[in-house]
């Protein structure tokens, strides 16, 4: 099982950039599959998630506005597109797949890191003018 994460980079505010996650050693079809941020210091926050029963989930309003979480089957890819960046959208992203396959109910999903067992690299993400 192994994630990639990219396309991260510098980027000023009211930009959008898009980042990719391209797994392997599973399906995108039985596994749900999250992105995380985390600034330096502090707790990874949850940003979205996507399964293929659920689709798109997010923690908060703020997210769903701005992020949008995409999958490519065919490319076994988990795409999160985000658009008007702020300075505050300026951390360290992570996908991770759950821990849970393809029987879970992922509604009301709690972007807890623990329930994640397999996480990319992280790419870097920095908002700056």
């Known amino acids: 099982v192994q994630l990639q994460a990219s396309g991260g980079g510098l980027v000023q505010p009211g930009d959008s950039l898009r980042l990719s996650c391209e797994v392997s050693?599973?399906?995108?079809?039985?596994?749900?599959i999250g992105w995380f941020r985390q600034v330096a210091g502090e707790r990874q926050e949850g940003v979205a998630f996507?399964?293929?029963?659920?689709?798109?989930?997010y923690p908060s309003d703020s997210m769903k506005g701005r992020f949008t979480i995409s999958r490519d089957n065919a490319k076994n890819m988990v795409n999160l597109q985000m658009n008007s960046l702020k300075h505050e959208d300026t951390a360290v992203y992570y996908c991770?797949?759950?821990?849970?396959?393809?029987?879970?109910?992922?509604?009301?999903?709690?972007?807890?890191?623990?329930?994640?067992?397999?996480w990319g690299q992280g790419t870097q993400v920095t908002v700056s003018s």
């Open positions: 996507i399964s293929r029963r659920e689709g798109a989930i």
């Open positions: 991770a797949r759950h821990r849970y396959g393809p029987t879970t109910n992922y509604m009301g999903i709690s972007f807890v890191t623990y329930d994640f067992d397999h």
């Open positions: 050693g599973f399906s995108l079809d039985d596994y749900g």
